[in-house]
């Protein structure tokens, strides 16, 4: 069984840091992209950012400059790391990976969502 398990967020003062993890674990062959989603209540879930398993990164243009994507293959993890925070940015962060396991086929995985709420 595949699951992500992500760690990292909490409460913080707009200016801010706070960084992401999230460890893929189970019987895995193989991850492909990995990345983050934030969904706020009411509206939609949005991409955050995504790495390659080559280690090519792209990012919505909200964050482009203050967050930055890195993925450890050796622990199957990916990290966001998240610098001068804004209020615009409190959401519920999920966890994205395209994983192929042992015995089955590659579908995406989500975490469990970790909350980051930034205060004015």
């Known amino acids: 069984q595949v699951q992500l398990v992500e760690s990292g967020g909490g409460l913080v003062q707009a200016g801010g840091s706070l960084r992401l993890s999230c460890a893929a674990s189970?019987?895995?062959?193989?991850?492909?992209?990995m990345g983050w989603y934030r969904q706020d209540p009411g509206k939609q879930r949005e991409l955050v950012a995504s790495?390659?398993?080559?280690?090519?990164?792209s990012y919505v243009d909200s964050v482009k400059g203050r967050f930055t994507i890195s993925r450890d293959a050796a622990k199957n993890t990916v990290y966001l790391e998240m610098n001068r925070l804004k209020t615009g940015d409190t959401a519920v962060y999920y966890c994205?990976?395209?994983?192929?396991?042992?015995?089955?086929?590659?579908?995406?995985?989500w975490g469990q969502g970790t909350q980051v709420t930034v205060s004015s």
């Open positions: 189970g019987s895995i062959f193989s991850i492909s992209a």
């Open positions: 994205n990976a395209d994983i192929t396991p042992l015995y089955g086929f590659r579908k995406a995985y």
């Open positions: 790495i390659t398993r080559g280690g090519s990164t």
